[in-house]
């Protein structure tokens, strides 16, 4: 049975991005130290194998636990789902071969023909709604689940519309002060538990089930 | 060496405090549902062994990891520093000795004598701001740790002066969707580590240190 997941990294104070990380920006890290600031919240991303391979970061990297999760999540992953501005961002920083070997479905107003890449990658452009692009991405996802990729607007939408049924929360040791918060708006009648907690020196995993 | 700190349970959105749970509201937990998201904030809180005998709920409790931590934090705790807010809906609510058996030191406009509870509770009332608290509550501290018990408000003006070397977060499966943000407006060039996460199935601790 297809599952629908997110698994994000926050800051301490509830940011997945920091203030000055827009696309207008995004050629300028040092503009109100966006680059610094998401780079502490990265940095352990940054040290694991699968993620250097994915993003052709160069050989090399921690294999240990932080980076066997990352590989559970890239394996259990059938299909992607994001918003327009993170493809846009992505599209201009992901390599030609895209890091995840999957369809994607975009959500934008925007029509354009699928896209595919190199590895497996093919971006479907969705234009009405995210209920369209989750039963578009249930189908493609065969027997494997289908990840809620971003952004933070995405997933609180998903979330509220009762869509999700696990989430992953990696809490980094970073504060940002303002940024994109990652949880904002969430219906206070959405029951959750905790699946599983495991920590680490670098980042605290904790990963929760939707309780229906 | 006396060490700062605050111990604290957050929602999964950042809240320590659900909307609605105000001194007006105090005597209608129905109102905004406050008291049923408090609930599910505090759950484990109010099943933990000590917890119990220090607000005199009654007998019994759990007795393990959890309401070790809880110990752990009690006996640690030398001295209070609190917000005039949190202190008024305490005296309300607190047992005659009141939870703390130590010297609470509140941070308030008000002049008022210092007020002596059964137990070991004294509250003394400071007026010149939260330096003059703390400096205060580090003698009264001998060689225990201060902490820093609330709410939000004292918590952040605490960490943003770097006057905070420790805290604990309780990371409780709950969304607030409203209420007071735990962290708002937190520096961003606070440098942290991660001290120690301890998974639990009811609640995630994890305890930072900060880095100088």
């Known amino acids: 049975m297809t599952k629908v997941f997110f698994d994000v990294a926050s ?3 509830n940011f997945i991005a ?26 352990w991303l940054f040290k694991q194998k699968i993620f250097r391979e994915n993003l052709r970061l160069g050989e090399g990297g921690e294999t240990g636990m932080d980076n066997q999760l990352l590989e559970d999540t890239f394996s259990r992953t059938g299909v992607s789902v994001m918003g327009k501005r993170m493809f846009d961002a992505g599209e201009k ?5 895209a890091p995840f070997h999957t369809p994607v479905f ?7 023909e699928p896209w595919k890449r190199l590895g497996g990658t ?6 009405d709604g995210i209920d369209s692009a989750l039963s578009q991405a249930r189908k ?34 970073v504060f940002f002060g303002h940024g994109t918060p990652l949880f904002s708006g969430i219906r ?4 959750t538990k905790i699946k599983k907690a495991i920590p680490s020196s670098q980042v605290t995993h904790v990963s929760y089930e939707v309780v229906k």
């Open 140 to 173: 493609a996802a065969g027997s494997r689940d289908v990840r809620i990729s971003g952004g933070a607007n995405v997933i609180q939408q998903y979330l509220n519309a009762g869509l999700v049924d696990e989430f992953t929360v990696h809490y980094s040791p």
């Open 11 to 13: 800051s301490l104070d």
């Open 93 to 97: 920083s992901w390599p030609e071969d």
């Open 122 to 127: 093919t971006f479907y452009f969705v234009n």
């Open 106 to 112: 975009v959500i934008t107003h925007l029509e354009r």
């Open 18 to 43: 920091p203030e000055g990380m827009e696309m207008e920006h995004m050629n300028d890290p040092e503009y109100k130290q966006w680059g610094a600031q998401w780079g502490k919240l990265t940095s």
């Open 188 to 191: 206070k009648d959405l029951n």
